[in-house]
């Protein structure tokens, strides 16, 4: 991105980190984003690691807010 003319979608904690640094700025977005349903799977006889389930509680607790 930093020696880009393209655009990308960063979570507000990676723009305030990254921003400055690579001379990012946040573009408004005034029509509404559309949405789309997740699917989480796995294995059955794959053991889910530590870093999985974290993704997997916050992508669930995401989904329980209304839209932003």
Do not use: C, H, N, W
């Amino acid at each position: 991105m930093a020696e880009s003319d393209g655009f990308s979608f960063l979570s507000d904690k990676l723009l305030d980190q990254l921003g400055a640094r690579y001379d990012l700025r946040e573009v408004p977005v005034r029509e509404p984003l559309p949405t789309y349903t997740l699917a989480i799977m796995t294995r059955r006889q794959t053991a889910v690691t530590p870093a999985a389930e974290t993704l997997i509680r916050q992508l669930k607790a995401r989904a329980q807010k209304p839209p932003v």
